[in-house]
């Protein structure tokens, strides 16, 4: 079997996508970025926001799109849940010499433990863990903004707006706070409806910051909202040791930010990971590239054992 010349790992959240390309010794030869990669955005938009990162990638190697035929790419997608959602997204892109898509919280955790068993737990625009024990995957929590996310930046900036429009209607006390986050999306109450209508959720999880400042400074309403997501956070850690995870990791943009605020007896159960999502990536993506991978059925598999 051919083996690949260059390999390509992709870690598509919900805010970008990062490529990562190496050769086959895993050399880094380039790196690059687009928009975000989640497949619930639609395979068109997440094909082309992978892509842009892609081709930064190849330009910063000196390369063209001409090696994709010659390169093995994994990619950890947002929005990867049933079977069917990776060959799917495959199918939708262009063509590679082997290729694989799993979620982004499987790389994440193979990165985190360098494909040995352990747990993470992602914080960034929304969140989700993976666990393996036992050599088995296993994605938890992460159903989506509108149902879950707790934790996370968009669910923050939700926060933020309710407590924001509480204030407004005087079932909670008004702070500078509370009306800057109404300032933030529109003022007028026809302005914030539009917005809130509109928003996605990174718009959501735009407001994160705000909430963060003001609990440095002590603002009351700000500071229950970090302190809720920490305790939402430390029960899905808890959740994780109970299934199995012998190591767990806090991992995203949120993890610094909330981390301090759980539990010490949470905080202990800590561990810092070996790598990022995109080592994870690029793990996977040379498993696949190496003559131990199996074609069946014009899908490729990587030999696990």
């Known amino acids: 079997m051919t083996r ?24 880094v030869l380039g790196e690059g970025q687009g928009g975000p990669g989640n497949i619930r955005l639609g395979q068109a938009v997440a094909w082309a926001n992978v892509n842009a990162a892609i081709d930064e990638a190849l330009g910063a190697a000196g390369l063209s799109r001409d090696v994709l035929r010659r390169t093995s790419i994994a990619l950890g997608l947002a929005g990867i849940v049933e079977e069917d959602d990776g ?17 982004d919280g499987e790389i994440a955790c193979l990165g985190a433990w360098g494909g040995g ?30 149902v879950d996310d707790k934790g996370s930046a968009a669910a923050l900036g939700r926060a ?3 407590w924001a429009l509480e204030a407004r209607d005087g079932l909670i006390d008004d702070t500078d706070f509370t009306r800057a986050v109404r300032d933030r999306i529109g003022g007028r109450p ?30 009351a309403a700000a500071c229950a909202i970090i302190a809720r997501a920490a305790h939402d956070i430390a029960r899905m850690i808890d959740r994780l040791v109970e299934v199995g995870a012998v190591r767990v990791c806090l991992m995203g943009g949120m993890a610094a930010h909330i981390g301090p605020w759980l539990p010490a007896s949470v905080r202990s159960r800590l561990e810092a990971p070996q790598g990022d999502a995109l080592a994870g990536a690029i793990l996977l993506s040379r498993r696949l590239a190496a003559p131990n991978v199996q074609d069946a059925d014009g899908e490729y598999h990587v030999a696990r054992g």
């Open 117 to 146: 068993d352990g747990a993470i737990l992602i914080t960034g625009t929304g969140s989700a863990a993976y666990a393996i024990v036992n050599g088995i995957g296993r994605p938890m929590f992460g159903w989506g903004f509108q």
């Open 87 to 103: 060959p799917a997204m495959l199918a939708a892109g262009p063509d590679f010499l082997r290729a694989v898509a799993v979620s």
């Open 160 to 162: 933020a707006i309710k």
């Open 190 to 219: 026809s302005a914030m409806v539009g917005w809130i209508t509109a928003a996605r959720p990174r718009d959501f999880g735009g407001l994160a910051p705000m909430v963060i400042e003001a609990a440095r400074a002590e603002d």
């Open 4 to 27: 690949a010349d260059y390999v390509i790992g992709v870690d598509g959240g919900g805010t970008h996508a990062r490529a990562r390309l190496c050769d086959g010794h895993g050399a």
